[in-house]
């Protein structure tokens, strides 16, 4: 069985596209099977996006495990002077984000890359909806990974279900960073804010 974290070549192909509103902006994108969420914006991410918008997000924000786009995407559409980047481990979701983007007439820059820590940048905001089936040993290495990645003062922002481990994650974020709370929780899921 594939899955979304996966980079499996040998998925069919089977595009589709479906229009999307935040905050009266209208955005069109296109998923694809070996994606996650391909039907639609998982209410996860909008709930993120959300919070996330509420604060300043700098001069540099990664979009971790970027999927189809749509949080980088929408985040460089509220926030234009900021520069974006978009990264997954999974090839065929990094195409998609740059299709999306030119489609979305936005400009981010999309990695296919299995360790952040390669891009030598840091980041005032990182965005992570993080892969939870792919085990906690992962997910907590992306926190870590974050960390590393994070200027200092530099926030990430984490949806997660409670039902997925949210305390765990709470727990291992208050190990890593100096200040963590909890923005928002709704239907199950929440909002963690992380600031190194």
């Known amino acids: 069985m594939s899955h979304y974290f996966l980079n499996d070549a040998s998925l069919k192909e089977e595009r589709q596209s479906f229009t999307y509103q935040f905050n009266n902006e209208s955005f069109n994108f296109t998923t694809d099977n070996g994606v996650f969420s391909k039907e639609r914006v998982d209410f996860g991410s909008y709930l993120l996006i959300k919070q996330a918008a509420s604060f300043p997000p700098g001069k540099h924000l990664l979009d971790l495990g970027c999927g189809f786009g749509a949080i980088g995407i929408v985040m460089k559409r509220l926030f234009p002077e900021t520069e974006v980047d978009a990264v997954d481990i999974n090839e065929r979701a990094v195409e998609l984000t740059r299709l999306n983007a030119e489609n979305n007439a936005v400009k981010i820059c999309t990695t296919l890359t299995s360790d952040i820590t390669e891009l030598d940048r840091l980041y005032e905001t990182i965005l992570l ?5 792919s085990g906690k040993q992962a997910v907590f290495g ?17 949806v997660i279900k409670k039902k997925h481990g949210a305390e765990s994650t709470l727990k291992k974020l208050k190990d890593l960073f100096n200040d963590t709370e909890i923005l928002h929780k709704e239907a199950g899921y929440w909002v963690i804010r992380a600031v190194r």
């Open 129 to 133: 909806n993080p892969p939870i089936h």
């Open 142 to 158: 992306l926190y870590e990974k974050a960390h590393r990645c994070l200027a200092p003062e530099g926030c990430l922002y984490i």
